[in-house]
Structure formats: C-alpha cells, structure tokens
T-cell receptor, first 110, second 114 residues
C-alpha cells in the first residue's frame, strides 16, 4: 500500500530565506508526483507536476525534484515571501487516483 | 467555466439528514475524482469516474456514500443518513486523461453534521 510522508509538518522562516520541503513515498511504481498549495479554507492549487520519467520541474521561484528509486521528492522555494504562507501537499499517482501526504504548513514571517 | 466548480461551498446538516454535493469539472476532462479531507489531514481518495463509468469506489467509507456521473460531466456525491464523523471538506478534482496528467481541484464543500 502506497504511503506518503511529508517532513516537517510545520515550518516557520523569515522572509527571504530559501527553503526545502520533503516528501517521501513507499512504492516507487508511480506515474507522476504533484505538488499542491492549500490556503486556509480553500481548495488545492496545483504547483508542479513531475512525470515519472522526469527528474525535476521548475516554475518561477519553485523547483521540484523527483528521485523515484529512493522514493523522494523535494520542493525548493527560493527567496520566500509572506504570500508563500500556506500548506503544501505532495501527492503521488500510480492508478490515476492521488495518494497525499499530510502536508507541511509553512509560515513566512515579514 | 475555467475551473472545477463545487456547490454548495458550505453545508450544515442535522444528523440523519441526506445531503448531495455537486461537482462541475473542467469541460472535456475525462477523469473525475472525489476526495475527503479531515481537518489537518491530507485529502483521502473516495471514488473515481472515467467519463460516466465509476471505475473505483474503494475509498467510499460506507454504503451511505454514493456517487454518480450519469452523462460524463457533472457529478454528485450523496451521503445518506449523515453522521458526525462525515464532517469534513469534500473535494472534487478533474483531469484531462485517466493517468499521467495534472489534476485540478475545486474549492471544496465543507460539510458540518450537527
């Protein structure tokens, strides 16, 4: 059974810092991995999608990497801003449905 | 519409009441998923449709939960005889193809059973 773990559960950093969020999964037979952002009381916003054949994807200040063999992904956020404060969720897909981690709640202090 | 639309945004139900939650996926998206998110947790899979066919309902927690997508677009998640443990946010997502493509989520319906 696929299990997804995110570390840390919560993170607080001063504005401007670079930071890394971690995601690990137990079954490497995945089609893709997706990172989402969730603001309080809102739905999920897709940030990056990495196909199983890819090693990384970049969008603006965000960079996500995927190491399928070790069952790990990282989301790197450069030059963090208070507007980045949210919960970040990673999810893997191997049959179409997504299996989520519990998320990392990020607070960026001005 | 441009995104996945869910209604209502909020629903308060008395224990024992039946509720129906609606999802309008992105036009042309073949796949539609329902997830349940408890407070402070990641979403958990409930059920999956490919067009009008319900291919996976392994995540539905009991036979009180029922979902349909009769014409392959709009979907309804129905919960009969609601109980307090059904209180959660119910999220709908759609994707263009069955596998390997990006999933887009709606804003969710927050269900509170009192």
């Amino acid at each position: 059974k696929q299990e997804v773990t995110q570390i840390p559960a919560a993170l607080s950093v001063p504005e401007g810092e670079n930071l890394v969020l971690n995601c690990s999964f137990t079954d490497s037979a995945i089609y893709n991995l997706q990172w989402f952002r969730q603001d309080p009381g809102k739905g999920l916003t897709s940030l990056l999608l990495i196909q199983s054949s890819q090693r990384e994807q970049t969008s603006g200040r965000l960079n996500a990497s995927l190491d399928k063999s070790s069952g790990r992904s990282t989301l790197y956020i450069a030059a963090s801003q208070p507007g980045d404060s949210a919960t970040y969720l990673c999810a893997v897909s191997n049959t179409g449905k997504l299996i989520f981690g519990q998320g990392t709640t990020l607070q960026v202090k001005p | 519409g441009a995104g996945v639309s869910q209604s209502p945004r909020y629903k308060v139900a008395k224990r024992g009441q039946d509720v129906a939650l609606r999802c309008d996926p992105i036009s042309g998206h073949v796949s539609l998923f329902w997830y349940q998110q408890a407070l402070g947790q990641g979403p958990e899979f409930l059920t999956y449709f490919q067009n009008e066919a319900q291919l996976d309902k392994s995540g539905l927690p009991s036979d009180r939960f029922f979902a349909e997508r009769p014409e392959g677009s709009v979907s309804t998640l129905k919960i009969q005889r609601t109980q307090q443990e059904d209180s959660a946010v119910y999220l709908c997502a759609s994707s263009l193809q069955p596998q390997g493509t990006e999933a887009f989520f709606g804003q969710g319906t927050r269900l509170t059973v009192v």
